[in-house]
């Protein structure tokens, strides 16, 4: 019985309350959820900034330990890691529709090509495997829109 509540909070968590079960692209349901976070909070950085480092922390906690109950690496299904990327590449953009849609663009991009680093650290076992290649997709697209930003008038 306890091991069965673990097990289902582990889930509910790593799969941000079950959307990481749909039936197709879970990555870029939680890519959405990310961007539903960013729009719930009206872009206040302080706040995103705070819900992100929660949520990275849950993550880690969760992430690796829900990899070893499932018995496969990285399974598609926990998509904490895509709202934590999708919430550091908006971090301290404006609440803009087109810079938004931009960023996830990017984000499903770089998360599915996985450019150096990300390539790397994706075979990392556990949690670290699981967020870093997020995290490196997330850093990347919030430079590209730093760098839009500062080009456009």
Do not use: H, W
Request: one cysteine or more; aromatic letters at 12%; hydrophobic letters at 55%.
């Amino acid at each position: 019985m306890k091991n069965q509540l673990i097990k289902f909070i582990l889930k509910a968590f790593g799969t941000v309350f079950f959307i990481g079960y749909l039936p197709f692209i879970p990555g870029t349901f939680g890519s959405l959820v990310g961007v539903g976070l960013f729009f719930l909070l009206k872009a206040q950085s302080f706040y995103c900034l705070i819900l992100l480092l929660l949520l990275l922390i849950i993550g880690f906690l969760v992430c690796g330990k829900l990899e070893r109950a499932l018995n496969k690496k990285d399974p598609s299904c926990i998509v904490i890691d895509e709202v934590c990327g999708m919430l550091i590449g908006l971090s301290f953009m404006p609440l803009d529709a087109k810079i938004i849609f931009l960023g996830f663009l990017f984000f499903r991009i770089l998360d599915t090509l996985k450019p150096y680093p990300a390539s790397g650290l994706q075979n990392i076992k556990g949690s670290l495997g699981i967020i870093s290649d997020d995290i490196v997709a997330g850093l990347y697209t919030n430079i590209l829109l730093q760098l839009i930003l500062k080009l456009t008038p």
